[in-house]
């Protein structure tokens, strides 16, 4: 499986660190390496001094396709989930500044936690919406609503599937809202879809 991000999905978030909104989705890789399983704990990398949270809606790809077109995009997704992209904020800002790509800050073993995926109908609210957050040590600091992305998911499919052929099983992080900060060692983050818990991550 590999795993497919989306940055700068949500206005708000791109706001808060300053960073223009792309014109067309931001995508980078994180290979298979990077999963990081619910329950399992995160080991704080001695590369970084300030490790952030990221907390997204997951889709799972459910059959192959390329170049798959918008009337067909809502067939390649059933589940979905939410997941922490880790990020390495200290890394990434350097290698923003000499130009050059992120996978050290964002694509190390253990940086994608994945939640325990779900239908994606038991996700939505009565909008047909879905609601996400995440919590540290009990106190929410990321709430966000799918509505407010700025690419959608149908046109993620679309777009991406232009580049990258999509393998069932596939998982791809949509982006995160705004409210990205720091953990520590000792920290406990808890992602949710609406009130479900999906996902318990401890850093140590």
Known sequence: MKIIC???????HAAELNNPIPQTPL???KPDTAQL????PLFYPDFTKDLHYEVEVLLKICKNGKHI???FASDYYNEVSVGIDFTARDVQDECKKKGHPWEIAKAWNHSAA???FIPIEEAKDETGNIDFSLT???AFVQQG???EMITS???LIVYISKYFMLLRGDVIFTGTPKGVGPVQIGDQLEGFIGKQSLLNCSIK
Do not use: H, M, P, Q
């Not at 399983?37 to 399992?40: F, I, M, N, Q």
């Open 37 to 40: 399983l619910d329950g399992y």
């Open 27 to 29: 995508l980078f890789l």
């Open 136 to 138: 540290k040590n009990g």
């Open 114 to 116: 994945i939640g325990r």
């Open 145 to 147: 609503i799918t509505s």
């Open 153 to 155: 998911f149908d046109d």
């Open 6 to 12: 989306v940055g700068r999905n949500y206005a708000a």
């Open 69 to 71: 077109t918008s009337e």
